[in-house]
């Protein structure tokens, strides 16, 4: 029976990944992934090559708070729409075009600057391209959430995910990768290899733009409210998820979401410094990245999705949230055997594999929790929550490094990640979760 009903799943998934919809968030998944790290991770590379010093990369990761600050926004975008584009495109694809065309030029903007001469200019277009990439993360969350039914969510965040790993890894080993090329094998810092990697970047970009204008907008989509006021339209979505959950049940998702990442964003700031300062090379990290990451990111998402779609998200959730926090354990054994890329390879292999599960079972819960009506808004607010406290204690990772040195610091962040289990684990004994999941 058990097989009879495993074989009829399969079959189920089989059928959701040959639909137009996968593909459609495969690429925007891309679309997204691409500018994060050319904010979070690529530019940090970046500055650490400058010999920017290491505490103020950590307080430029800062410059990534619109992602947590998207939330304020959001109800504008599923009140209004342009009406330029409206029309002919839909109010989700007119303002992701709008979006996509002011992200392809802050990253050109961002490569005719040179950190050591004009690093406040410099943060200044990664402030204005985390706020381009953060409402286009709005907007293809709740284009998502209004095309899929809840039993598809985990699928398509599967999809998502896929796209939003392969463009962080062009972003980051495939940046390294050009930029090692431009410098023509040269070790030594070279600004005007940097500057062209981030303008091929931008044209790659691109992939975003033309998917939007192929996109089918969803026909079931919430019709703009003529009822609601300009305020009611910030409260609403709010209050609507309190009375779906009530306080108590409200509070441990809000825990849960504001946690889950912790330990993650905050290796995840200090990790390419922590490369260049071990001894690896950028193509040593970009070649083990691109080969090994890519397939254990794939490995990591289509499990993560797999599962969750047959056991349930909140399941899949808390073994997604132990593997991120035993990962960063081996990042601490990596700091004291030094430039071996075999442990590199281990490392990177297992860290993506346990992102790609993580992180496509946390979209699916995100998204299953998410009324349709209030799409943009509420996933907007659920997926800020998620990295406003990680983001601030984050800014301080570089203070950490250089009080705890590298060992202490990766063991610290592994135990960042206990309270998200232990909410996780309060929840699934909840009345809450037995009538949702």
Not at 213 to 221: G, W
Not at 280 to 309: E, N, P, R
Not at 334 to 348: A, E, R, Y
Not at 406 to 423: D, H, N, Q, R
Request: neutral net charge; contains cysteine.
């Amino acid at each position: 029976m058990y097989a009879t009903m495993f074989v009829n799943k399969l079959k189920v998934v089989s059928e959701s990944i040959r639909t137009p919809q996968f593909f459609v968030f495969l690429f925007l998944g891309f679309a997204a992934g691409l500018p994060y790290m050319l904010v979070f991770s690529t530019l940090s590379y970046w500055l650490a090559e400058a010999d920017i010093n290491r505490k103020l990369i950590g307080l430029l990761s800062l410059v990534s708070l619109p992602y947590t600050l998207k939330w304020i926004w959001a109800p504008l975008l599923d009140r209004y729409r342009i009406n330029f584009f409206g029309a002919n495109f839909g109010r989700r694809r007119s303002w992701l075009i709008c979006t996509q065309i002011g992200l392809i030029l802050m990253i050109l903007f961002m490569s005719f600057q040179d950190p050591n001469q004009s690093v406040i200019v410099l943060a200044a277009c990664a402030l204005c391209l985390a706020f381009f990439s953060a409402t286009q993360d709005a907007l293809i969350d709740g284009f998502r959430i209004d095309v899929a039914e809840q039993d598809d969510q985990a699928l398509l965040a599967a999809s998502y995910l896929i796209g939003y790993r392969f463009a962080m890894i062009m972003a980051s080993a495939g940046a390294l990768l050009l930029a090692d090329f431009f410098a023509n094998g040269n070790e030594a810092y070279t600004l005007s290899a940097w500057q062209s990697t981030y303008q091929v970047l931008a044209v790659i970009m691109m992939i975003g733009l033309v998917t939007t204008f192929f996109a089918a907008e969803p026909t079931n989509i919430a019709k703009e409210s003529k009822t609601l006021s300009f305020i009611e339209s910030f409260i609403t979505p709010f209050r609507d998820f309190f009375q779906r959950f009530h306080w108590k049940h409200a509070l441990l998702i809000a825990g849960i979401v504001a946690t889950y990442r912790l330990s993650d964003i905050v290796l995840g700031v200090m990790a390419n410094p922590f490369y260049v300062d071990v001894g690896f090379t950028k193509t040593q990290v970009a070649a083990i990245s691109k080969v090994y990451g890519v397939i254990m990111v794939l490995v990591g998402a289509a499990v993560g999705g797999l599962l969750a779609h047959y056991f349930g998200t909140l399941k899949v959730l808390f073994l997604g949230g132990l593997l991120s926090a035993v990962t960063n354990i081996l990042f601490a054994q990596l700091s004291v055997i030094g430039p071996n890329t075999l442990w590199l390879t281990g490392v990177i292999s297992m860290d993506n594999l346990s992102a790609g599960i993580a992180t496509s079972s946390f979209i699916a819960f995100l998204s299953n929790i998410t009324n349709k009506e209030f799409s943009a808004t509420q996933y907007a607010v659920l997926s800020s929550v998620m990295l406003l406290f990680p983001k601030f204690v984050g800014g301080s990772s570089g203070v950490m490094v250089t009080s705890l040195g590298y060992e202490k610091f990766f063991y610290f962040t592994a135990l960042m990640g206990i309270p998200a289990l232990v909410l996780i684990v309060l929840l699934s004994r909840s009345q809450w979760y037995q009538r949702q999941d």
